[in-house]
């Protein structure tokens, strides 16, 4: 008898065990085809699909068997109560161990984890499982619902774990190998083991006996031969009515589960949230309404798919498609309100795990998991008679959904919205499939029917999905992206030998040293026009040579700026300005046709280099002939290189990289953006952003970007305020305007995108901030040289620096109406926020010293507001504006004094 117990249970359990076996092998087949050979997710897999079967096993062994009315038939058998326990429980673990036994082996056939490490493995997580299948017995001799027993016994294992574990950690805060935990996990199985099986035996029949008792057989009644006379008649529209009856069998089927569904969905989270220290309120209100989803979706349509009862609503006149509105509908609405306070939950939820999603809306996403969930399980229902089968396979093909759309989702390839067809398309099957589900015809013919609605269904969410990464962005035509990005010109840029100073600085790298060595080499390579890394008609953004050259440049920089300290501590002006001078050839060397980074870190130099001479123009000791030649020579360095230069070395880079061989592509980009040490979501980022339709949306957006780039880059300063303006551009003839929103939804929807642009971006502000620094440096060396000849005094107009040799004055370049600098005198109301070119800070708000006695040359600043002294607006620095501030009553130094 206890080999024929054994014997039914594989026959019904087979089908879902062998599935759950390939689906580990194959989960680990492809963990390890993305990640490489490392035993810990291999391990993971094996032990998720495990416990996953324990509990649907465990929980089924003897709610399944009163939920299809079968544990009557075999309390009809010769056999006690107590063999039947432990025929079904023995089963139990022995399947469990097969199958975690078959996935080990596949552990240890694709990763590297060795004997040791399973081991250890195994006796941590044995005790686990242990209670895990004890709480499922017990629950599953309690109900008699086999997926309300699964659920329980998680929510049971939740506490367990968190309450059990504490006691194994020790004052170092590290687990043993098997701790005080471990003990009491086992005796928590061995009660919950016992308490079932007494159970079991307790509720179960008199023990039998081969002694039957016969009953007399009553007479049958009397038969007639009067004809029965139908007093009713067909109502000729059925559907009204069968709606009503049908919404008040299923809420007495919602009644009778309300109880549990308000357990898992509002008392069970509430007392865990109670009972945490650690927060993640959010995270366990969002699994507790999936999971009411889960129990929901089921619950629609399996009681009867159990019973086969959908032909008895056909036969009575309900028509599918009424049937499944009604149920759906009504099990939907029960599930609602748990989905909507999650949601409230994580809009209001604080804590840090709440918002590292990136940019993605939180609550919406919660929302469409508990819909995901609910259409999934309700489809699985309707296929599976089962309950717990249906809710175990929906889990499988909801978390198959849920984990690429999440990463979608975080990485922002999917607006959150976007997800909220998935659940309609499996809605939309389920209620198609209603008219072949109800009328159950024998054959494959309802199934193959299945199985085209999902195919189909299939195809036409990734069909849409690709083509709208592909091709909804409108693309740049080839002439227009060869006027904007001046490709041919950029690709024949290039730097001879004898004027490139790469190969100077990698000297100057290589023979470092910490006395300062090398600072004549340093001040040699700055002397060349330029430098190159490699050719840019070959460049891609994976080759980095020029990057370890560009950190050699600008730490040598350091060198230059001691050397120019030292120099004007020791009074040698004109060698200190030799320092400055250098520091600005190498900030215009690293600019210009260069990378998004490069380039900001070009300007970022530049304005050093000003920030230097700034204050070497205002030391006391200048006199006018120092500050002319300084003038001069300033005047004399090469151009700084037109921000919209570097835009266009970015195009040309990207076009580049985008047209490597789709293998070289992805080897370049893990070498590139992977290591050891990074996530499973980073090697799955990486392999979707190399797919043809990503490539083609990158290269794509990176055209729109770049060009907006360029575009903002050749507009004048005060148009631009650190965000793309939009784009205009011809297209078939024809004006085309993108809007700025448009723009920064491409940007943040493109990781890529977004990771070269971001530097771009700032570069071009700080460009412009950079070019107005630069015009007033101009100004201070004139002012100081109208200084040095009036007596150390300052004019009181900038109208007065207007000779013969200047007769213009600068332009501030964020001036909209074209006008010069600002030039006020300072009464002690402002003080100074940072060196020069900061902004005004009230007098009050901080401790630096204060502009008194000083004049003040300013720019209106990225955003136009001339304050003059009147306002202060603290909310954001580029608000205010840029002031260079100038000492009055400076006189020179004596001519007779050394």
């Known amino acids: ?30 963990i390890r085809w993305f990640f490489g050979p490392g035993g810990e997710p291999l391990a993971g897999t094996a032990m998720l699909v495990t416990v996953v079967y324990l509990f649907l096993i465990a929980a089924s062994a003897f709610a399944g068997e009163r939920e299809n009315r079968t544990l009557t038939m075999l309390d009809a058998l010769p056999v006690e109560r107590w063999r039947l326990w432990l025929a079904k429980s023995t089963f139990a673990l022995a399947t469990t161990l097969g199958l975690g036994l078959i996935l080990l082996v596949g552990t240890l056939s694709m990763g590297d984890m060795g004997f040791g490490a399973i081991a250890r493995g195994l006796a941590r997580g044995g005790p686990w499982l242990l209670s895990a299948l004890g ?121 009778s589960a309300a109880w549990i569904l308000l357990a898992i969905g509002a008392i069970a989270p509430l007392l865990i949230t109670m009972g945490s220290l650690t927060g993640g309120g959010s995270e366990i209100w969002n699994v507790s309404s999936v999971v009411v989803a889960f129990l929901t979706g089921v619950s629609a349509f399996n009681a009867e798919s159990r019973g086969r009862m959908q032909r008895f609503l056909l036969q009575h006149g309900a028509r599918p498609g009424v049937v499944w509105v009604v149920k759906a509908a009504l099990w939907l609405a029960v599930a609602t309100p748990f989905a909507w306070f999650a949601s409230w939950v994580v809009q209001h939820d604080r804590s840090p795990t709440s918002r590292g999603f990136g940019e993605v809306d939180l609550t919406t996403l919660v ?30 093909i909801w978390l198959l959904m849920a984990i690429p759309g999440g990463a979608l989702t975080a990485a922002g390839l999917v607006d959150a919205s976007q997800l ?12 198609a499939w209603s008219g072949p589900w109800m009328y159950d015809r024998p054959g494959a013919r309802k199934w193959v029917t299945l199985g085209l609605m999902a195919v189909a269904t299939t195809a036409g969410l990734g069909g849409a999905y690709l083509a709208s990464r592909a091709w909804s962005l409108p693309a740049l035509e080839p002439a227009e992206a060869e006027r904007i990005f001046q490709y041919s010109r950029v690709a024949a840029s290039s730097v001879p030998a004898e004027e490139n100073a790469a190969e100077m600085y990698r000297k100057a790298w290589e023979g470092r040293r910490e006395d300062g060595g090398d600072l004549a080499l340093v001040r040699k390579a700055t002397e060349l026009p330029s430098w190159r890394w490699g050719e840019l008609s070959r460049a891609t953004i994976f080759t980095d040579p020029g990057m370890s050259l560009m950190w050699t440049a600008l730490s040598r920089s350091a060198l230059l700026k001691a050397s120019r300290d030292a120099r004007i501590e020791r009074g040698d002006l004109p060698a200190a300005w030799s320092d400055i001078l250098a520091t600005f050839r190498l900030a215009r060397q690293i600019s210009g046709f260069a990378e998004g980074i490069e380039a900001f870190e070009g300007v970022r130099a530049e304005a050093d280099a000003i920030g230097q001479a700034m204050e070497w123009a205002v030391d006391a000791r200048q006199t006018a002939a120092s500050l002319e030649a300084a003038r001069k020579a300033y005047r004399a360095l090469p151009p700084m290189p037109r921000a919209a230069d570097a835009a266009r070395a970015q195009a040309l880079i990207l076009r580049n990289t985008l047209d490597m061989p789709r293998d070289e592509l992805i080897d370049a ?230």
């Not at 026959?11 to 689906?23: C, D, I, K, S």
């Not at 609910?374 to 008679?385: K, S």
């Not at 074209?818 to 009230?842: E, N, Q, V």
Request: proline share 8%; glycine share 6%.
């Open 135 to 255: 709480w499922g017995l017990l629950w599953s001799t309690v109900l008699g619902n086999a997926l309300f027993a699964a659920v329980l016994a998680i929510v049971s294992m939740w506490p367990t774990l968190a309450i059990l574990n504490v006691s194994d950690v020790g004052d170092s805060g590290v687990a043993t190998q098997f701790g005080r935990a471990d003990a009491w996990h086992l005796l928590l199985a061995l009660a919950t083991t016992a308490a079932s099986a007494l159970i079991f035996h307790l509720s179960g029949p008199p023990a039998w006996s081969p002694i039957r008792r016969t009953t007399p057989r009553r007479p049958a009644p009397a038969v007639t031969s009067e004809p029965v006379v139908a007093t009713t008649t067909r109502e000729p529209r059925v559907w009204p009515s069968a709606t009503w009856r049908l919404a008040w069998q299923t809420l007495r089927e919602v009644r």
């Open 669 to 898: 980009a893990s070498r590139h953006f992977l290591d050891a040490n990074s996530q499973p979501s980073q090697h799955f980022l990486v392999r979707v952003m190399t797919t043809p339709w990503e490539v083609a949306r990158t290269r794509r957006g990176a055209q729109l970007l770049l060009a907006a780039m360029v575009q903002d880059a050749e507009q004048p300063a005060y148009l631009v305020h650190g965000g793309l303006n939009g784009l205009e551009i011809r297209q078939n003839g024809e004006r085309v305007v993108i809007p700025p929103a448009e723009l920064f939804s491409i940007e943040i929807r493109n990781p890529v995108l977004n990771t070269v642009t971001t530097h771009l971006g700032a570069f071009i502000l700080e460009w412009n901030r950079c070019e107005a620094a630069r015009r007033a440096l101009d100004l201070i060396f004139r002012l100081r040289i109208w200084q040095a000849g009036h007596d150390g005094r300052l004019p009181d107009t900038l109208n007065a620096l207007v000779s013969p040799e200047d007769p213009a004055l600068p332009i501030d370049p964020f001036s909209p109406t074209g006008a010069t600098f600002g030039y006020i005198p300072d009464h002690g109301r402002w003080r100074r926020s940072g060196m020069y070119g900061s902004t005004l800070t009230s007098n009050h708000e901080s401790d630096t010293p204060s502009f008194e006695g000083e004049w003040l040359l300013y720019s209106v600043g990225p955003k136009q507001l001339d304050i003059r002294q009147q306002s202060y607006i603290p909310t954001s620095v580029d608000a205010n504006d840029l002031i260079f501030p100038l000492k009055d009553h400076v006189k020179p130094p004596d001519p007779a004094t050394p």
């Open 1 to 30: 008898m206890f080999a024929r117990l054994w014997w039914k249970e594989a026959r019904q359990v087979w089908p879902v065990w062998a599935f759950l076996a390939v689906l580990g092998l194959s989960g680990q087949a492809k």
């Open 420 to 431: 909220f067809w998935v659940p309609v398309a499996l809605l939309a099957i389920g209620w």
């Open 367 to 396: 929302g469409i998991n508990a819909l995901t969930a609910f259409a999934t399980a309700a489809l699985c229902g309707m296929v599976f008679r089962r309950g717990i089968t249906a809710a175990a396979l929906a889990f499988v």
